[in-house]
């Protein structure tokens, strides 16, 4: 299983912008489908955008959709999410996770090899 770190998050505006990142160890990372999740305090946690294996196919959470964009660089075994005009109620722990499949899911039960998360704070 892949080991995941993520970064890049912090305090930003609303309207703002923000790109997190996530690197992966291992010599296989193209062999995962990759998922964004948040998770605010209180909440369960939730999908935000996934890709699959070499980027051809994304999908997003109604919440996020037109705002956030997920790409990966397979070279340099990294998934980015970039959060373009965030809410406040974008606000939370944003976690990366890894799903050995060429297929996207949104449920998190189907992800492994979770990040330790990094926070993302959006002001009004």
């Not at 998922?35 to 919440?63: C, L, M, N």
């Not at 964009?69 to 340099?76: D, L, M, V």
Request: net charge positive; proline share 4%.
């Amino acid at each position: 299983q892949v080991q995941l770190v993520e970064s890049g998050g912090g305090l930003v505006q609303a309207g703002g912008s923000l790109r997190l990142s996530c690197a992966a160890s291992g010599r296989t990372f193209s062999s995962y489908a990759m998922g964004w999740f948040r998770q605010a305090p209180g909440k369960e946690r939730e999908f935000v955008a996934a890709i699959t294996h070499y980027g051809a196919s994304t999908r997003y959470a109604d919440s996020v959709k037109a705002r956030f964009t997920i790409s990966r660089g397979n070279a340099k075994n990294t998934v980015y999410l970039q959060m373009n005009s965030p809410k406040p109620e974008d606000t939370g722990v944003y976690y990366c996770s890894a799903r050995r499949s060429f297929l996207t899911s949104t449920n998190p039960n189907c992800y492994g090899g979770w990040g330790p998360g990094t926070q993302v704070t959006v002001s009004s």
